[in-house]
């Protein structure tokens, strides 16, 4: 593994059962991530892209095959030292936001602080920070059902990047959203990605998405079918 | 620190739920201890009243004496020890001649217990003076039931019947002088109470009594076999006996009343595990892990009970202070019920109650908090992703 790689998998396999069948979700996947990587997985539904991110960040581990992120083997790993490595170095945006509905902008951002124990100065710092990268700091006392889409989507953006994460995995990131907004996230993940040096891993079947990546990897019925390059728009 | 002040948040953040959920449980608390409050008013009451009455700080029975068997009664009677004798002078104790004896009232013929009082004494609360202040041969005091199911009242002229201590039976005519209303059945029902002396005449049992009643705050002195004591707890467990059993239907109250409350939470928990799957799942991909996740949201559950003491205690503790100063009139039946509790009970909340009712439902809120919150243990951080957002 080369100093640079974060994220390494080797012979990944992830099988589901179904009934009498056995579903097979990733099929023999063997992919390297280097730190300030811009990388997408592409595919259609059920090509595997959601369970390789969600291995990538231990939400699940594989069924054979290792995946090591940040010197960490998911396949070994308990789910105390799970939550720990994503505490610390992951950050998740999702498809449908995921925002804590009772939470304001403010204290959705603040929460993956609050478990790293940070004080309350510091916090506040951090979270303003952040909300001022995605441009809605005047937003921090309004509550999820008050935003609308795009900016809900531009909060969980903040709650990904406010620890400053190595990694972080976006499901979908644009999926609910409309062209414009779609585009005003990905310009804001590009920057982030350029200051801050994160390593951004997408799984999407958006072409607006793909235009920003700067490689691509395309999945089908779960292994890996291509792994380019690409010049960003 | 950071589950309670996350428990907190949530709970305040789901504002109305919450404060539905609160108000149940509030309601409970506090109809928990109203309800414990009337059983042990009840228990307090008749207490007081029977000591007040009839029991003083404990008694001193003959050694023949049975309070079950009347027919005892020929043979329960001795001369005052001296160490009890001295209490007697200095008004610190009383003695009571019991003996039984048959009257005609109207005609009819009733037996009865016929008990001999010092008329000045002021260690139970038997108005003797109506005794010491008549002039008829015989004076008698009953009490209000007797002389409703009798027919008796003042100036009424009854003939009784005894046996002296040497079996020979006597009759004469005793004068009603006054009818004493009293909550304690036990000095009234069957009972005529004369002058001591006067009965120690009537029956030749000069200077003897069947019952020494000690006075509040008297330590009960050493004597002799022929004398023994009988404390406030021989003396009052019948009573506590059958507030036992009364309160076997309160407690059946008392757990409606909590599974009422804990259905409340169980359901808000249970609703909560499919409602916020999805939030759950974004927990644990922020970090927090599962046995986090699950003390998080048994402190949910658990806070509102907190919140429920809070809620009870602000309305709660003016209504019962209230209740326990106004009172609770009893229907004219309660009599049948056997206590001494007289026309209004009175709540009595003991500090004991409202600890004991408040750790109560704080531990079962949070078991039933905990239990669909285990569950969370067995979800995977990605199945609970798929869950549905509230």
Same mark, same amino acid.
């Given at each position: 593994?080369?100093?640079?790689?974060?994220?390494?998998?080797?012979?990944?396999?992830?099988?589901?059962?179904?009934?009498?069948?056995?579903?097979?979700?990733?099929?023999?996947?063997?992919?390297? *991530?280097?730190?300030?990587?811009?990388?997408?997985?592409?595919?259609?539904?059920?090509?595997?892209?959601?369970?390789?991110?969600?291995?990538?960040?231990? @939400?699940?581990?594989?069924?054979?095959?290792?995946?090591?992120? @940040?010197?960490?083997?998911?396949?070994?790993?308990?789910?105390?030292?799970?939550?720990?490595?994503?505490?610390?170095?992951?950050?998740?945006?999702?498809?449908?936001?995921?925002?804590?509905?009772?939470?304001?902008?403010?204290?959705?951002?603040?929460?993956?602080?609050?478990?790293?124990?940070?004080?309350?100065?510091?916090?506040?710092?951090?979270?303003?920070?952040?909300?001022?990268?995605?441009?809605?700091?005047?937003?921090?006392?309004?509550?999820?059902?008050?935003?609308?889409?795009?900016?809900?989507?531009?909060?969980?953006?903040?709650?990904?990047?406010?620890?400053?994460?190595?990694?972080?995995?976006?499901?979908?990131?644009?999926?609910?959203?409309?062209?414009?907004?779609?585009?005003?996230? @990905?310009?804001?993940?590009?920057?982030?990605?350029?200051?801050?040096?994160?390593? *951004?891993?997408?799984?999407?079947?958006?072409?607006?998405?793909?235009?920003?990546?700067?490689?691509?990897?395309?999945?089908?019925?779960?292994?890996?079918?291509?792994?380019?390059?690409?010049?960003?728009? | 620190?950071?589950?309670?002040?996350?428990?907190?948040?949530?709970?305040?953040?789901?504002?109305?739920?919450?404060?539905?959920?609160?108000?149940?449980?509030?309601?409970?608390?506090?109809?928990?201890?109203?309800?414990?409050?009337?059983?042990?008013?009840?228990?307090?009451?008749?207490?007081?009243?029977?000591?007040?009455?009839?029991?003083?700080?404990?008694?001193?029975?003959?050694?023949? &004496?049975?309070?079950?068997?009347?027919?005892?009664?020929?043979?329960?009677?001795?001369?005052?020890?001296?160490?009890?004798?001295?209490?007697?002078?200095?008004?610190?104790?009383?003695?009571?001649?019991?003996?039984?004896?048959?009257? &005609?009232?109207?005609?009819?013929?009733?037996?009865?217990?016929?008990?001999?009082?010092?008329?000045?004494?002021?260690?139970?609360?038997?108005?003797?003076?109506? %005794?010491?202040?008549?002039?008829?041969?015989?004076?008698?005091?009953?009490?209000?039931?007797?002389?409703?199911?009798?027919?008796?009242?003042?100036?009424?002229?009854?003939?009784?019947?005894?046996?002296?201590?040497?079996?020979? &039976?006597?009759?004469?005519?005793?004068?009603?002088?006054?009818?004493?209303?009293?909550?304690?059945?036990?000095?009234?029902?069957?009972?005529?109470?004369?002058?001591?002396?006067?009965?120690?005449?009537?029956?030749?049992?000069?200077?003897?009594?069947?019952?020494?009643?000690?006075?509040?705050?008297?330590?009960?002195?050493?004597?002799?076999?022929?004398?023994?004591?009988?404390?406030?707890?021989?003396? %009052?467990?019948?009573?506590?006996?059958?507030?036992?059993?009364?309160?076997?239907?309160?407690?059946?109250?008392?757990?409606?009343?909590?599974?009422?409350?804990?259905?409340?939470?169980?359901?808000?928990?249970?609703?909560?595990?499919?409602?916020?799957?999805?939030?759950?799942?974004?927990?644990?991909? %922020?970090?927090?892990?599962?046995?986090?996740?699950?003390?998080?949201?048994?402190?949910?559950?658990?806070?509102?009970?907190? %919140?429920?003491?809070?809620?009870?205690?602000? &309305?709660?503790?003016?209504?019962?202070?209230?209740?326990?100063?106004?009172?609770?009139?009893?229907?004219?039946?309660?009599?049948?019920?056997?206590?001494?509790?007289?026309?209004?009970?009175?709540?009595?909340?003991?500090?004991?109650?409202?600890?004991?009712?408040?750790?109560?439902?704080?531990?079962?809120?949070?078991?039933?908090?905990?239990?669909?919150?285990?569950?969370?243990?067995?979800?995977?951080?990605?199945?609970?992703?798929?869950?549905?957002?509230?």
């Amino acid at each position: 593994m080369k100093n640079d790689v974060i994220i390494e998998t080797r012979g990944l396999f992830k099988r589901y059962p179904l009934g009498e069948h056995t579903i097979v979700a990733l099929n023999d996947i063997s992919l390297h *991530f280097s730190k300030s990587e811009f990388a997408g997985l592409v595919g259609p539904s059920g090509s595997g892209k959601t369970t390789l991110l969600n291995i990538i960040g231990s @939400l699940d581990s594989p069924s054979e095959g290792s995946a090591t992120v @940040l010197g960490n083997q998911i396949e070994s790993l308990s789910s105390r030292k799970a939550a720990e490595l994503r505490n610390h170095h992951i950050g998740f945006i999702f498809q449908t936001f995921n925002l804590l509905p009772v939470y304001s902008v403010f204290e959705n951002v603040e929460f993956p602080l609050l478990l790293l124990g940070l004080s309350a100065d510091e916090r506040k710092k951090m979270v303003f920070e952040a909300l001022e990268w995605v441009n809605l700091a005047d937003r921090a006392k309004s509550k999820p059902a008050q935003l609308s889409g795009g900016q809900s989507q531009r909060v969980a953006i903040a709650r990904a990047i406010v620890k400053r994460p190595a990694i972080i995995l976006a499901d979908e990131p644009t999926a609910n959203l409309d062209a414009e907004n779609s585009h005003h996230i @990905l310009k804001t993940m590009v920057t982030l990605n350029k200051e801050l040096g994160t390593t *951004f891993l997408f799984s999407t079947h958006d072409a607006k998405v793909v235009q920003y990546l700067r490689r691509k990897i395309s999945l089908i019925d779960g292994h890996v079918a291509s792994d380019e390059l690409c010049q960003p728009a | 620190m950071i589950i309670p002040r996350l428990a907190l948040r949530n709970l305040l953040g789901a504002g109305i739920r919450t404060w539905l959920n609160v108000v149940v449980l509030s309601f409970a608390f506090v109809s928990i201890i109203w309800s414990q409050g009337l059983l042990e008013g009840m228990n307090k009451q008749a207490a007081d009243a029977m000591i007040h009455m009839e029991y003083g700080n404990g008694q001193y029975w003959h050694a023949n &004496y049975d309070r079950y068997d009347p027919l005892t009664l020929e043979d329960a009677h001795g001369a005052i020890p001296p160490t009890l004798q001295i209490l007697v002078d200095n008004g610190k104790a009383t003695p009571i001649l019991i003996t039984f004896a048959t009257m &005609y009232p109207n005609g009819r013929l009733q037996t009865v217990l016929l008990k001999g009082i010092d008329p000045n004494q002021s260690v139970m609360g038997i108005p003797g003076e109506f %005794l010491a202040k008549s002039d008829a041969a015989i004076p008698a005091l009953i009490g209000a039931r007797m002389a409703k199911n009798t027919g008796l009242k003042i100036g009424d002229i009854v003939t009784i019947q005894w046996r002296d201590v040497n079996g020979t &039976y006597d009759a004469q005519e005793a004068t009603i002088v006054q009818v004493m209303t009293t909550s304690v059945q036990s000095v009234d029902n069957g009972t005529i109470w004369l002058p001591l002396k006067k009965l120690q005449n009537m029956t030749g049992m000069i200077g003897q009594a069947t019952i020494i009643t000690l006075a509040k705050g008297v330590e009960p002195p050493a004597t002799n076999d022929t004398w023994q004591f009988e404390n406030l707890d021989c003396l %009052l467990k019948d009573l506590r006996d059958m507030v036992k059993s009364k309160s076997i239907g309160s407690s059946i109250m008392y757990i409606i009343l909590l599974l009422l409350a804990m259905l409340a939470i169980f359901d808000t928990q249970v609703l909560s595990i499919f409602r916020r799957r999805k939030e759950m799942g974004t927990l644990m991909a %922020l970090g927090l892990t599962r046995v986090k996740v699950i003390q998080l949201f048994t402190l949910e559950g658990a806070l509102h009970s907190v %919140l429920a003491v809070l809620v009870g205690a602000l &309305y709660g503790t003016p209504l019962l202070a209230l209740f326990a100063k106004v009172g609770w009139s009893l229907p004219e039946n309660t009599d049948s019920y056997g206590f001494a509790i007289g026309d209004k009970l009175f709540p009595s909340y003991s500090l004991g109650l409202v600890v004991t009712t408040t750790i109560l439902v704080m531990i079962v809120t949070t078991i039933v908090s905990f239990l669909p919150a285990r569950r969370i243990a067995k979800l995977k951080p990605t199945e609970a992703l798929r869950g549905r957002m509230a």
